[in-house]
Nanobody, 115 residues
């Protein structure tokens, strides 16, 4: 069973930055897809940034502001978020899929952008 633990969320002012981390219980080299999703109150969960199949994709709303990366040595996935806006406020979830197409989710970390 894979366990994912997110951290790094919090309260930040508009224009500020945060870095989210997602630590996996095992080697992340077993995952062919990794990414971050978010869900704001009253809205559906949406993909923010995905690494998979040798490519990286971002939601249009975060392009140029967010950067996803992975550190295989630390078994950790990151999301660097810059120039944060109030509309980025949401619970952020780490997601991974292994080569057997099994999906796993973290418990979520709250990001609140407010002055």
């Amino acid at each position: 069973q894979v366990q994912l633990v997110e951290s790094g969320g919090g309260l930040v002012q508009p224009g500020g930055s945060l870095r989210l981390s997602c630590a996996a219980s095992g080697s992340i080299s077993m995952f062919n897809t990794m990414g971050w999703y978010r869900q704001a109150p009253g809205k559906q969960r949406e993909a923010v940034a995905i690494i998979g199949g040798g490519s990286t994709t971002y939601a249009d709303s975060v392009k140029g502001r967010f950067t996803i990366s992975r550190d295989n040595a630390k078994n950790t996935l990151y999301l660097q978020m810059n120039s944060l806006k109030s509309e980025d406020t949401a619970a952020y979830y780490c997601y991974v899929r292994n080569f057997a197409y099994e999906n796993y989710w973290g418990q979520g970390t709250q990001v609140t952008v407010s002055s």
